[in-house]
C-alpha cells in the first residue's frame, strides 16, 4: 500500500465535504484531515449538530426491534441451518433476502428518470451476484486427545477443542512443541522454529503476535511454516495474556469457529485447542508450573525470545474433512435516490449473511453473528422504502455471503459494483450488532469522526456510541482498501458467544438490535441526504 494520504474530494461526481478518501496508514490522513477539515468542511455541520430534520424523526419512530428479532429467529432457525458459503442453505437464505428486497422494493426496471449510470448498469433493482467457491466440511464424530495422563478421556469438541474448519482431514498421533507464537522470521530477527527440529511432531502456537514484533503475521503464515519444516500438524490456542482488542471485545480462551485461509498444497490438519488445554498440556512438562504457559507468553511479549519446548505430550487428531464445490451468492438491492443531480452517488449499506453452518456435528447458527446485521439490513430497508419523499442519493443493500471465509462476498463486489466505486460515497457495514454492553462501537474510515457522532446524536444515541477509526475484520475491509469511506457498527462489550454454537436467538438484546438499526439510519440520512 502507498504512503496515506487526504484529499479533500473534488471529483466529477463530487462527494459530500465531509468526506475524505484515504488509501493507508491514517496517520497522515487524519493529521491533514483534522487540520484541513476543522477549517472547513465540518462547519456546514456546526448548525445542524444533534438536530435530526423531521422526517428522519419521523423514520426513526418506525424502526422496530420485534421484526428484526422475528427475522433473527427465521435466520438462525433451523430452515437455512446455519447459512454456510457455497451450500444450499447459502442460497436458500439468499432467496429469502431476495424475495424480501422484491416484495419491498418492487422488480420494476430502472425508470427513464435514473441518471446515467444506474440506468446502465441497473438490469433490475433486485438481483443476485454469485461465484463459483470451495467449502469444506468436517465430518461428524471428529476425535482429539491429549494423552496426558493414562487413560485420559476424548478432549469434547466444542469446549476443548475445534477442528480448523478447512483443515484437511486427520489421521495422526505425534509428540507436541511448543513453538511460541509459531513465528518464523530469521530475516527480522524472530525465528521461533531456530534449532528446533519439528518434523513429525504436532506444533502448539499462540493466536496472534508479541505487540513488540512489528510485522504482520496471519494464521496461514504461521500454518506454512510449521508445514515447510515438517510438522504433521498444528494445534493453536489463544494465550493467557490477552492483548487491548482481545479484552475488549471479551475474547474467552474457548476455542472459536474459524477459516484457516491456507493454500491446500501446503497445510496441514489443524486444531483450535482452549486456553485451559493449552496450559495444562505445558504444566504436565517436567518444568511446568500452574502458570507455565503465561509464563512463557510473557517472555516471548517482553523480551521477543523464542520461547520454544518440545513436551512429552502425544496427541492423536483424527477427523474427515470433505471438500465440494459450491456457489456463493451475494443478494443486492437498490433504492434509487430522487434527487437528479445525485442519484448516480450511493451509499452501500452491508452485512454479511454467511456462518458457519453444521460443522464437526456442531451447529453454528449464528444470530448475533450475524443474523442480526442481516435483520438490521432488512429493517433499514423496509422503513426507507416507506419514506414518500425518498433520500437524494441511491441506497445499495447487500447482503454478502463468504465473509466467514475470507471477505470474499465483499471482494466479489468490488470486482463488479452496481455503482461505480468512485460514485459510492460511504459503505456502512452492520455485523455483531446484537448482544454487548448496549454501546455501539463505531469505526470510521475515510471521513470525519464528527460525521459518526452527529448521527448518534440525530439517533438521540450520542451517551452511547464509541467512535474509532479502522475497526479490523469485515466487509468494509475491501471497500477501505478500493478508497471508499468506510463505517463499521458493531455492538459494544463482550460477545461471548462469538464464533460459538451457543450464538442462538435466545441471546439477542431487542434494545440493543433497535439502538444499532437507529444508528445506521440516521447515518445513512445523513450520508444520502446531504447537499
Ligand atoms: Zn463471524
Given at each position: 500500500m502507498s504512503v496515506g494520504h487526504a484529499i479533500l474530494t473534488a471529483r466529477?461526481?463530487?462527494?459530500?465535504?465531509?468526506l475524505i478518501e484515504s488509501h493507508s496508514s491514517q496517520l497522515i490522513v487524519s493529521l491533514i484531515a483534522s487540520f484541513l477539515l476543522s477549517l472547513a468542511a465540518t462547519q456546514s455541520f456546526a448548525d445542524t449538530a444533534g438536530e435530526a430534520p423531521a422526517s428522519l424523526t419521523h423514520a426513526l419512530q418506525l424502526v422496530s426491534s420485534d421484526r428484526m428479532w422475528a427475522d433473527i429467529r427465521t435466520l438462525s432457525?433451523?430452515?437455512?441451518?446455519?447459512?454456510?458459503?457455497?451450500?444450499p442453505d447459502d442460497l436458500s437464505s439468499a432467496e429469502f433476502m431476495r424475495q424480501r428486497f422484491l416484495d419491498l422494493?418492487?422488480?420494476?426496471?430502472?425508470?427513464?428518470?435514473?441518471g446515467g449510470v444506474m440506468a446502465d448498469t441497473l438490469p433490475g433493482l433486485t438481483r443476485m451476484q454469485s461465484t463459483s467457491v470451495t467449502t469444506t466440511t468436517i465430518g461428524d464424530n471428529p476425535f482429539l486427545q491429549f494423552a496426558?495422563?493414562?487413560?485420559s478421556p476424548p478432549d469434547r469438541i466444542g469446549t476443548d477443542y475445534l477442528p480448523v474448519l478447512d483443515s484437511p482431514s486427520a489421521d495422526l498421533q505425534a509428540p507436541v512443541t511448543f513453538v511460541g507464537y509459531g513465528i518464523s522470521d530469521p530475516a527480522g530477527g524472530?525465528?521461533?522454529?531456530?534449532?528446533l527440529d519439528v518434523r513429525n511432531r504436532i506444533v502448539l502456537f499462540l493466536r496472534g503476535k508479541p505487540e513488540r514484533y512489528p510485522k504482520q503475521i496471519s494464521h496461514a503464515d504461521k500454518v506454512l511454516a510449521a508445514h515447510a519444516r515438517g510438522a504433521l500438524g498444528y494445534l493453536t490456542a489463544t494465550g493467557p495474556i490477552l492483548n487491548a482488542y482481545e479484552a475488549r471485545r471479551g475474547v474467552t480462551g474457548r476455542p472459536s469457529a474459524f477459516y484457516?485461509?491456507?493454500?491446500p498444497a501446503r497445510t496441514i490438519p489443524g486444531a483450535w485447542i482452549s486456553t485451559a488445554r493449552a496450559s495444562a498440556l505445558l504444566r504436565?512438562?517436567?518444568?511446568?508450573?500452574?502458570d507455565h504457559l503465561r509464563a512463557l507468553q510473557q517472555t516471548l511479549n517482553e523480551s521477543l525470545t523464542a520461547r520454544s519446548v518440545g513436551t512429552d505430550a502425544v496427541v492423536t487428531m483424527r477427523w474427515h474433512s470433505a471438500q465440494q464445490d459450491g456457489t456463493l451468492n451475494n443478494v443486492i438491492s437498490i433504492l434509487p435516490g430522487h434527487d437528479a443531480t445525485h442519484q448516480d452517488e450511493a451509499i452501500v449499506i452491508g452485512a454479511h449473511r454467511d456462518h458457519f453452518g453444521k460443522q464437526g456435528g456442531l451447529l453454528f447458527t449464528g444470530a448475533d453473528d450475524n443474523a442480526s446485521g442481516t435483520a438490521v439490513l432488512l429493517e433499514i430497508a423496509r422503513v426507507l422504502s416507506a419514506v414518500?419523499?425518498?433520500?437524494?442519493r441511491s441506497i445499495v443493500f447487500v447482503s454478502f455471503s463468504g465473509e466467514e471465509q475470507g471477505l470474499l462476498g465483499s471482494m466479489l463486489y468490488i470486482t463488479q459494483p452496481v455503482v461505480p466505486l468512485r460514485s459510492t460515497i460511504a459503505m456502512i457495514n452492520v455485523d455483531h450488532?446484537?448482544?454487548?454492553?448496549g454501546r455501539l462501537t463505531i469505526g470510521v474510515t475515510g471521513a470525519e469522526k464528527t460525521v459518526a457522532q452527529q448521527a448518534g446524536q440525530e439517533a438521540g444515541l450520542a451517551d452511547r456510541i464509541d467512535v474509532f477509526g479502522f475497526f479490523p475484520g469485515g466487509d468494509h475491509v475491501p471497500f477501505k482498501e478500493a478508497g471508499v469511506p468506510t463505517i463499521t457498527v458493531v455492538s459494544g462489550g463482550?460477545?461471548?458467544?462469538?464464533?460459538?454454537?451457543?450464538?442462538?436467538?435466545?441471546?439477542?438484546?431487542p434494545d440493543i438490535l433497535s439502538a444499532a438499526a437507529r444508528y445506521v439510519l440516521a447515518m445513512v440520512w445523513r450520508l444520502a441526504d446531504a447537499p
Open positions: 466529477p461526481h463530487d462527494k459530500p465535504s465531509f432457525g433451523p430452515e437455512f441451518n446455519g447459512r454456510r458459503t457455497g451450500t422494493h418492487g422488480q420494476r426496471p430502472p425508470s427513464n428518470d435514473l496426558l495422563t493414562p487413560g524472530f525465528d521461533e522454529y531456530a534449532g484457516g485461509l491456507t493454500a504436565a512438562q517436567p518444568s511446568g508450573d500452574d414518500p419523499a425518498g433520500l437524494k450488532a446484537a448482544v454487548g454492553n463482550v460477545h461471548p458467544h462469538f464464533h460459538q454454537p451457543t450464538d442462538t436467538a435466545d441471546t439477542v438484546n
